[in-house]
């Protein structure tokens, strides 16, 4: 553990492993996150974005697609589904 001064206030700064052995899960940023995938992304008028893109494959197709997978709407268009390019290398 290690103690960080800032101008404002004092923090704690923790490791992963103290930070779990006080029982905290949540908020410490998983390295899955950090995946950069190509993929690309289909619309109902038939335009395709390929695009790379930093996330886990459920955070990329829950911001293209939204949590129940029926599409979003990107500037009047609805998305269709996502294909991962990058997972036949």
Do not use: C, P
Request: aromatic share 10%; no cysteine; glycine share 8%.
């Amino acid at each position: 553990m290690k103690l960080i001064k800032t101008a404002n206030n004092t923090q704690i700064k923790f490791s992963r492993t103290e930070w779990e052995s006080i029982g905290k899960k949540a908020g410490w940023i998983k390295e899955a996150q950090a995946e950069v995938h190509w993929i690309a992304v289909n619309f109902e008028d038939g335009n395709i974005i390929n695009t790379k893109i930093n996330g886990s494959k459920e955070t990329i197709l829950d911001y293209y697609l939204g949590e129940d997978r029926q599409g979003k709407i990107f500037n009047g268009i609805k998305s269709v589904s996502v294909d991962f390019v990058d997972e036949g290398e």
